[in-house]
């Protein structure tokens, strides 16, 4: 998929594969499809001359499917879709941001919520404790140490091999083609993920915690923003 080979690609054209009522389907796209807690991408689509708002993105057994605001009659051939980066790039700036968390809090993660205004990220600490306070700190200091985004593709045994790299029971990390993706933030976490991340941590801007919820024995909720 293109926003997982590179999640600064805005704009895309390809064939239409499939129209059902107000779906558009793609093999592939730059708008990212909603998954492991990260909302699917808004933007614009234009087709047979016609420009439509999306309103949400979503796998599909076909590949990719663009969720238009009104469906177009009789939509065939290519389309070109531009997403609506402001929010992509939020939600990007949000996701990476779980991940430093997770190299913060060294716990297998429960839970999780991408939002445009706050996310939640939710640990199992177990029989831990954590001052959680001391967060604006240390994921601030993450963020100023401009910490590189890369990636690695592995396979599934290659993985079964390093269980410890799995930081989430509750999502299976994406297979493209028996292959894993594992994200590299810097020198501080490594896991696999399917979702859309920034280039560098610096792009993240100000890290500022909410609150600390415990909901229930398995789920202790961190609940942050940025500016
Ligand atoms: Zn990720």
Redo the contacts with the bound molecule.
């Keep these: 998929m293109i926003f997982l080979n590179d999640s600064y690609i805005k704009e895309f054209q390809a064939p239409i594969v499939a129209v059902e009522e107000e779906k558009i389907i793609t093999a592939d796209s730059c708008f990212y499809a909603q998954s492991?807690g990260?909302p699917g991408d808004k933007g614009v689509v234009e087709v047979n001359g016609q420009k439509v708002n999306v309103i949400n993105t979503i796998k599909h057994e076909k590949g990719i499917a663009h969720v238009l605001e009104s469906a177009i009659e009789g939509a065939s051939g290519d389309i070109q879709g531009s997403i609506d980066w402001d929010h992509r790039f939020r939600l990007m700036r949000m996701?990476?941001t779980?991940?430093l968390l997770c190299a913060a809090l060294p716990y297998y993660v429960t839970g999780g919520s991408i939002g445009w205004e706050k996310s939640r990220i939710d640990f199992d600490l177990g029989e831990e404790s954590f001052e959680f306070e001391t967060l604006n700190q240390i994921i601030n200091e993450f963020i100023q140490q401009a910490h590189p985004i890369s990636y690695q593709w592995i396979t599934s045994e290659e993985l079964d091999q390093q269980p410890e790299l799995v930081r989430t029971l509750s999502v299976q990390p994406p297979r493209t083609n028996g292959q894993i993706r594992l994200?590299k933030i810097g020198t501080i976490d490594l896991?696999p993920?399917?979702?859309?991340?920034v280039a560098n941590t610096h792009e993240i801007g100000e890290f500022k915690f909410i609150k600390y919820e415990s909901k229930g024995k398995m789920n202790k909720r961190v609940q942050f923003t940025l500016d």
């Design positions: 492991g990260q996701h990476t779980m991940h994200v896991q993920c399917g979702g859309t991340h």
